[in-house]
């Protein structure tokens, strides 16, 4: 039996000291998934470049476009590893990919809203990476 940990810890430096972020992991194919079955709505999503450090503003329907053509290459669409949280302030999602890579040159940041009447249970049980045997 293979253990799949779902959550990982991200220490983050702040101007009031230092504080723990919990992420969860998801895959390209529930991330669409959550997209394409009303839960969630992207807001805006954006491209950061490790090395010179810019943020560069992504289109979204062409971040819904590209993410849909992964999904549909297969092959892809549980490769790519995502991870998520939630914004307790906004009721908002962060989803994000490349931060935990160290070989990946870009981080995809998607900012996504609720849509009206879903609950946080349905999202997070279409999120959530599932365990594997």
Known sequence: MRIMTNKCLIKKETNRGDINLMKRRTATRQL??????????????????????????VET??????????????????????????DYK???YIAETGRMDGDSENIVIAYLRVNEGVKTEDIEKMLLMKEED
Do not use: M
Request: charged letters at 25%.
């Open 61 to 86: 329907d062409k971040f819904l476009e590209d993410l849909q053509f992964l999904c549909e290459a297969d092959v892809f669409a549980d490769c790519v590893g995502w991870h998520y949280q939630k």
């Open 90 to 92: 906004t009721n908002q």
């Open 32 to 57: 669409s998934e959550a997209i394409t079955n009303g839960l969630l709505q992207v807001v805006k999503a954006e491209c950061y470049y490790k090395t010179s450090r810019k943020t560069n503003p």
